[in-house]
Structures are given as structure tokens and as C-alpha cells.
């Protein structure tokens, strides 16, 4: 089996080979960050315990409304990941989670790893949002529309809006 040390390496080296952002916050702990779409940045927390190579990914925060129709549309999509699956945690912020043994852990399992969390959190944001923040969604639109701002980033809510008259 591999040490520690030679987890943290592999680590490392994934990430600047990927030339990915991360920072070392403590001995076995990496914060990388992965660009988006969709949703702008998705840290990532890469831990690495005495078994196991743990990621923890923040995706959205508890949703305000439908909480029930956000969690069912998580469970559903779990049985199709790959590595990874949806977790809530005692907030009900919603996060990507996954673990590796320490024997498994290598630079094309942890590119998997980093592969399927960005596809995940970009392909769900968008439906996410809807289910879990319709509300708010309607209520920064109206606001944006009376001060005249962009609604750019809110295009793919267009069809929660109401039309007048309709």
C-alpha cells in the first residue's frame, strides 16, 4: 500500500498537471477549485485519512423551497454516478461526495474523481436551482427588470417568469 506521502504527491501532482487552483490547507488536506459554467467554481476538499482518499464537493446551498422535490431529484441521480454522489449535510447544503481506498488512488482515478464532480454539479445546477429557489429566481428577475440590469445569467429561468397578459 501506498503512504501518505505518497497519496499527497499524487495528489499534488494531479493538480498542477491539470493546472488546476489549489491550496495545501493542512498536512493531508488539498482545496482545489474547478471552473464552471454554469456554476462559476466548485471547491473541492481532497482529505486523505489512514484508509481513504475522501472528496468533498459544495454544489449548492439548502435549497428555500421544495425541498422534498430537490432531494428526490438528488436520490434519482445518485444511482447514475460514477465515484461520487449527492449528500446533504446537517444545514441541508447540498455537496458531491466520494471516497477512494488508499490503494486505488492514482492520477487517472482522481482526474475521474474531478471529471465527474464538475459534470454533475454543471449538469444539475441549473434544475437544481429551479426546483429548490423558483421563488427567488421570480424575484431577482422583477428586480433586474425594474433597475434595467442584465438578466444574461438568468436566461435559462426565462420560462418561470410570467408574461403579462399571459
Not at 47 to 76: C, H, Q, T, W
Not at 112 to 128: P, V
Amino acid at each position: 500500500m501506498q503512504s501518505k506521502a505518497q497519496i499527497t504527491a499524487i495528489v499534488r501532482a494531479t493538480f498542477i498537471d491539470a493546472d488546476l487552483p489549489f491550496e495545501e490547507v493542512g498536512p493531508d488536506t488539498f482545496v482545489v477549485t474547478l471552473p464552471g459554467t454554469k456554476k462559476r467554481n466548485i471547491a473541492c476538499a481532497f482529505s486523505i485519512g489512514d484508509y481513504s482518499l475522501v472528496v468533498n464537493a459544495f454544489v449548492m446551498r439548502a435549497p428555500d423551497e421544495n425541498e422534498g422535490a430537490v432531494y428526490k431529484y438528488l436520490l434519482e441521480q445518485n444511482s447514475r454516478t460514477y465515484g461520487v454522489h449527492f449528500s446533504l449535510n446537517s444545514l441541508g447544503d447540498i455537496f458531491l461526495v466520494g471516497k477512494l481506498p488508499l490503494g486505488a488512488v492514482n492520477s487517472v482515478e482522481i482526474d475521474r474523481l474531478l471529471g465527474a464532480i464538475m459534470d454533475y454539479s454543471e449538469s444539475h445546477f441549473d434544475q437544481l436551482l429551479e426546483l429548490g429557489f423558483a421563488s427567488a429566481i421570480r424575484r431577482e428577475w422583477a428586480w433586474r427588470m425594474e433597475r434595467g440590469e442584465s438578466l444574461e445569467n438568468l436566461a435559462a429561468f426565462k420560462h418561470l417568469i410570467s408574461e403579462p397578459n399571459g
